[in-house]
């Protein structure tokens, strides 16, 4: 059996895995759309009236992307390593010709296809219910991949150092809560302190929100400089969060 056949066969598990537990499909759709709704829709945008949201409604979507790029791959590849820790899955699965690069590389195929499904119900209900203007660039093509990419690489690290799925998604919700508001997503730099401004620039999710907004916030800019610093960060990730993966329980 080839890699291409092995990677293949696991992500088509991965993905009925997925499709069985109806919980984590319902809210992986339902939890960004409730986020829009609420920021989006209620709360609403107010450009050049000063404090949080004052920008145009464009300058939000990377920050509704956001949302699933960084929730949904952090929580479930982090739960399901740690399932397979607990059921011993990885004892067997050394037995077989599965690699664990390969193993990683098929959850997250099954996490990028269903974020990309997800994505573009949020660009639709970000366009319908705010009234955003943007631009449907095929740039965010390539920042989806490599957000999902990167943060199931940090899911598999999450999930070898939890000592259980709730340490999991504890550990995840931790890292993800400060992530998500801190990435020049919600809140613009000139809201921080200007001695913390230039952390933003550590955060992974920087680089995406900055790149998805020059991609589809007119008139738009050059998003090639962030795709290209979130695609070496997604392999350095992909890379460390496979090493992390135990080959015996």
Request: hydrophobic share 55%; glycine share 8%; charged share 10%.
């Amino acid at each position: 059996m080839t890699s291409v056949a092995r990677v293949t066969a696991e992500a088509e598990s991965a993905y009925r895995s997925f499709v069985r537990r109806r919980t984590a499909v319902f809210f992986t759709f339902f939890f960004p759309v409730i986020i829009i709704l609420i920021f989006g829709a209620l709360v609403q945008t107010q450009p050049t009236g000063g404090g949080l949201f004052a920008e145009a409604p464009a300058y939000y979507v990377p920050g509704y992307l956001a949302v699933v790029v960084l929730f949904t791959p952090l929580s479930r590849v982090g739960s399901t390593v740690a399932r397979h820790r607990d059921g011993n899955r990885f004892e067997k699965l050394a037995t077989t010709p599965l690699t664990r690069v390969e193993w990683l590389l098929a959850h997250t195929l099954v996490n990028v296809a269903i974020i990309g499904v997800a994505s573009c119900i949020i660009l639709g209900l970000v366009v319908v219910t705010t009234g955003a203007t943007i631009v449907f660039s095929w740039w965010l093509v390539p920042f989806i991949g490599f957000g999902v990419a990167l943060f199931c690489g940090l899911g598999a690290l999450l999930g070898r150092i939890a000592d259980s799925q709730d340490g999991v998604i504890a550990a995840s919700n931790s890292i993800a809560l400060p992530l998500l508001f801190l990435s020049e997503t919600f809140i613009t730099p000139a809201l921080l302190p200007d001695w913390f401004r230039p952390a933003l620039n550590l955060s992974p999710l920087t680089y995406f929100a900055r790149g998805v907004r020059s991609a589809t916030m007119p008139p738009g800019g050059d998003p090639a400089r962030d795709c290209l610093v979130l695609a070496l960060l997604a392999v350095v990730f992909v890379i460390a969060g496979a090493y992390a993966l135990p080959q015996t329980d």
